[in-house]
């Protein structure tokens, strides 16, 4: 019994010094991620859809006066939404359930502007429910878009609203199952005059986690995820997923854009960015974009500064006037998963030996292979007094590579505030500087030109010990750069690629360019427009995307009679690339040269979100310029603070002009100037010229 006690009492010690000899982890560093926001962050790339009466009408932002009866597609099929998205390796989908026209894609009890009142399936449709039981079929997330604006709803701008809001809240969040995103857009009233509303965040905030506790709401200030301050699919290369709240509320009362999209440094609360963009050039559907479908070239760009910058990435493929996703969409989203997968199928360094002047109490509970493991809870990490730590990796052979990977392990802070890659050559004693960057957070994907090496370093700078979790290097194939078309003033187009050396064939007849199509040796005519295809073509067998340019007549005898400022011939100059800034009480008046039959006009604005580009304008048309025919009252150009693209607009009947005069009536953010990169006029229906 004696010698039992003994055993007992060394088995005893020997377990209390094994616990006391464990390191403890790194303690979590400033604000940090719930459960909820982790599994989130993980899902990386996810699609969203906006569908209603605008896919319809062929606008950005319906008024609320539309019919219902405009929202009639053909043949609805939400599998087949579903079925792309699991393709193309999403993770889930957010719906627009009710922009700000107020139309609800299902038959809500607290609105008169919904698909009851629709011609499809005579009323007895529901949007949300077909999406959410095709989610669930296909193993996808399921979210929800609801506008708190609601242009049709006659209670908006009323104490009553708010709890109007709520109701709609919640019959959408009890009864459509599991919800991971609430997404809240923080539009109200837009515009000089627009009716506006207090919103009650805290009771919309308290709807959504009293029906889905687990769901990430985003706006501008989260609390679950926030907007990155653009719609073109930049997120910051410095992003911080912690940013200053209080005192904040989404839309015009929300911080700078600029912060947005870089985060702040040691901020109160954990808001990690969201990229929303569009495959098109708009978010609704509209046949004039069928071409215009973002290239795989430009997508990777798009992965690479939202996923590859600490943000998730939300796409928008709008389905089309059938209800379906367009062919090009769908084709385009497999082209995209396929160059992923082949720029991150291989980690070269997969298995080869890491090493760390310091590793946290000298542990391989923290040691850097744990960075090579693909366990994402694993990680290396230093004693708390070392915040500038390095790592080598020495491949013994020379390796080509162009991209490095890398993962803080989020759930105890973003630390790291920069770091830099550091290489050395077979004979080099020194190392030579690759590249650097500022943060990492949950990923971070760093490209540069390909260089071959034997040995690696990264070197980090961090606020409190760093704490990786996953290193990668790859070789990724470089993409065939897709030509770029552009026309001057006086009506000549050149076509050029971004990286020089690939041989440019085009035609203007419609058709898709080949190798026996016409071989671009420098600029061309078009001055009366066109559609002008081109692709470029190397090693006579790798061919880029097609792209195409539509244009219409040149502006080569216009001239700018009023106003007479500095720069203002810059709206004529046919670039795009640069912009006049005129007083808002100055209209823009322009002599064409000679008649034309308008069937429209074009106006590109300042490519800056926020930019004081016209919001609403009165277009009038002249044969004289004594006498003008007012053609468009009180146009707006919708959403153009955030999404600064081309913008079309079709008059409903030809007009005979030969001067034009463009009236601004409220720029973005009511500044008291305009700006304007380009003005044009439509005189050809497109559809005519293209095969």
């Avoid at 067998?541 to 400022?565: G, H």
């Amino acid at each position: 019994m004696r010698s039992l006690l003994i055993v007992t009492l060394i088995y005893f010690f020997i377990n209390i010094q094994s616990v006391n000899s464990q390191t403890a982890p790194p303690k979590p560093y400033g604000a940090v991620p719930t459960g909820h926001q982790i599994s989130w962050q993980r899902l990386e790339y996810y699609m969203f859809i906006h569908f209603g009466p605008n896919t319809f009408t062929d606008v950005e932002w319906g008024n609320g006066k539309e019919d219902p009866k405009v929202f009639n597609p053909t043949d609805v099929d939400c599998r087949q939404w579903a079925a792309t998205a699991k393709a193309a390796g999403m993770q889930g989908i957010i719906i627009t359930a009710k922009h700000h026209d107020g139309f609800c894609l299902w038959p809500s009890n607290y609105s008169t502007h919904t698909v009851r009142e629709s011609l499809w399936q005579n009323g007895k449709g529901d949007i949300l429910r077909e999406l959410s039981e095709a989610c669930k079929e296909y193993g996808l997330k399921f979210g929800v878009y609801l506008s708190p604006w609601d242009q049709n709803h006659p209670a908006y701008g009323t104490p009553e609203y708010n709890q109007i809001f709520a109701n709609t809240l919640n019959e959408v969040l009890s009864g459509y199952g599991e919800v991971f995103e609430q997404w809240f857009d923080g539009a109200n009233g837009e515009g000089h005059g627009g009716k506006k509303q207090v919103y009650d965040w805290n009771m919309f905030h308290e709807v959504v986690y009293r029906n889905q506790s687990q769901a990430i709401v985003f706006s501008d200030v989260g609390p679950g995820c926030r907007w990155m301050g653009n719609e073109g699919g930049v997120a910051g290369e410095t992003n911080w997923s912690t940013l200053n709240i209080k005192g904040f509320a989404p839309g015009k009362e929300a911080p700078p854009a600029d912060v947005l999209n870089k985060g702040v440094q040691g901020g109160e609360a954990w808001v990690p960015a969201e990229t929303d963009v569009s495959i098109r050039p708009g978010w609704f559907y509209s046949p004039s974009t069928d071409d215009k479908v973002k290239s795989v070239d430009k997508l990777m760009d798009i992965y690479y500064t939202s996923v590859g910058r600490n943000s998730n990435l939300l796409l928008n493929v709008p389905p089309d006037r059938r209800g379906r996703i367009h062919p090009n969409d769908s084709v385009r989203l497999i082209e995209f998963r396929k160059a992923r997968e082949e720029a991150f199928g291989e980690n070269l360094i997969a298995g080869t030996a890491i090493t760390a002047n310091a590793t946290r109490g000298n542990s391989s509970e923290y040691a850097p292979e744990n960075m090579q493991d693909e366990n994402y809870n694993s990680y290396w990490t230093t004693d708390d007094n070392e915040p500038a730590p390095y790592i080598e990796i020495d491949i013994k052979k020379d390796m080509t590579f162009n991209r490095l990977l890398l993962q803080e392990y989020i759930p105890l802070g973003q630390r790291v505030s920069s770091f830099t890659l550091k290489y050395q050559r077979a004979k080099d004693k020194n190392w030579t500087e690759l590249t650097k960057a500022t943060t990492i957070g949950y990923k971070r994907i760093l490209r540069f030109p390909a260089v071959t090496a034997q040995k690696l370093r990264i070197e980090f700078n961090a606020s409190a010990c760093p704490v990786i979790s996953t290193i990668g290097i790859y070789k990724s194939p470089e993409q065939l750069s897709i030509p770029v078309i552009n026309r001057d003033k006086e009506g000549f187009v050149s076509i050029e690629c971004r990286i020089p050396g690939p041989v440019i064939y085009y035609t203007l007849d419609g058709s898709t360019p080949s190798g026996t199509s016409t071989r671009y040796e420098g600029p061309f005519p078009l001055p009366e427009g066109g559609i002008v295809k081109a692709a470029a073509i190397a090693d006579k067998t790798r061919k880029s995307e097609t792209v195409n340019a539509w244009y219409d007549i040149a502006p080569k005898e216009w001239k700018v009679l009023s106003p007479q400022v500095a720069g203002v011939e810059k709206v004529i100059d046919g670039t795009k690339y640069s912009q006049a800034t005129i007083d808002l009480d100055e209209a823009l008046i322009i002599d064409l040269g000679q008649s034309y039959t308008l069937k429209g006009f074009s106006y590109t604005p300042q490519a800056r979100v926020q930019a004081p580009n016209i919001y609403k304008y009165d277009f009038y048309a002249s044969l004289d310029c004594v006498n003008w025919v007012r053609i468009k009252s009180g146009g707006t150009f919708s959403n153009i603070a955030n999404n600064p693209v081309e913008q079309t607009v079709l008059f409903d009947k030809p007009e005979p002009a030969r001067y034009i005069k463009v009236k601004p009536v409220e720029s973005v953010g009511n500044k008291d100037v305009y700006t304007i990169a380009e003005i044009g006029v439509i005189t050809k229906i497109r559809q005519n010229y293209e095969k």
